[in-house]
């Protein structure tokens, strides 16, 4: 009797979520406040950390970094880029705004799926600490 194959990609939705908010709030405190956009790598080693620290023992923790850090970057990038558009680039009409916003945007995805993996190794690294330390840490 043949066994289907059923691929599916799980993750838990608060880890997520968690990460999420660590990779928006800490990339506009990177971008804005502390002025190095660079950070933005180790901070999303940070927020697949997080979502590792949440995850419980049998839950996919190294997934719910990456998604996170997905999530977290897919709502960040449109801001950076509005503000990298009128703010560096002086560019004020509005088609024109709203045009280079739409590209700039659409060219930093592609950094998205670094950092996604830089989430995934975050979550890894968390989580494999957690299970050589054992003990009340976590789970």
């Known amino acids: 009797m043949r066994t289907p194959v059923n691929a599916s990609f799980e993750y838990n939705r608060w880890p997520v ?3 999420a908010v660590v990779m928006v709030v800490g990339g506009l405190v990177v971008n804005f406040g502390l002025n190095r956009p ?3 790598l180790p901070l999303a080693l940070l927020s697949g950390g997080v979502a590792a620290a949440l995850s419980g023992y049998y839950e996919p923790s190294a997934n719910n970094g990456a998604l996170g850090v997905i999530v977290g970057t897919a709502v960040l990038i449109p801001g950076l880029a509005y503000t990298r558009v009128t ?3 002086g560019i004020q009409s509005t088609g024109d705004v709203l045009f280079f916003t739409l590209v700039l945007s659409a060219a930093w995805f592609t950094v998205t ?8 190794l975050g979550a890894i690294f968390v989580d494999f600490t957690r299970r050589r330390i054992g003990g009340p ?3």
């Open 137 to 139: 840490i976590g789970y």
């Open 113 to 120: 799926f670094s950092l996604a993996i830089l989430g995934y």
């Open 87 to 89: 703010w560096m680039f």
């Open 17 to 19: 979520l968690w990460a």
């Open 38 to 40: 660079g950070w933005l």
